[in-house]
């Protein structure tokens, strides 16, 4: 049994620190862009171990990219509620434009 919770925690830990070096890159690396939120999607209920449920919220940004073109991507770490149409700087991963770093809340 304890093998099978081990298993669990490298399983998050893995994708927590996977998201966390994206960010770290995205924040060295990365392309400024000024974007707005396009849609804001409420998932399944994630269950603390306390027993409280929490919604789950994801937020999409809609932006241009270097080139002109527009597109959509998720943010990685919406550390605060936004609104639908909210203005954001957000910086993304050239390759990688379905991700994005928000980086300031700009409105």
Request: net charge neutral; glycine share 6%.
């Amino acid at each position: 049994m304890t093998g099978i919770a081990i298993a669990i925690v490298g399983f998050f830990a893995f994708f927590v620190i996977r998201t966390y070096l994206w960010q770290y890159s995205a924040k060295l690396n990365g392309i400024d862009a000024e974007a707005y939120v396009s849609l804001i999607q409420h998932d399944a209920l994630y269950t603390h171990p306390n027993g409280r449920k929490y919604p789950i919220t994801y937020y999409y940004v809609r932006f241009r990219k270097d080139d002109g073109s527009e597109t959509e991507a998720r943010l990685l770490n919406p550390n605060k509620k936004l609104t639908m149409g909210s203005h954001v700087r957000i910086r993304y991963l050239p390759g990688h434009e379905d991700v994005a770093t928000l980086m300031e809340i700009m409105d």
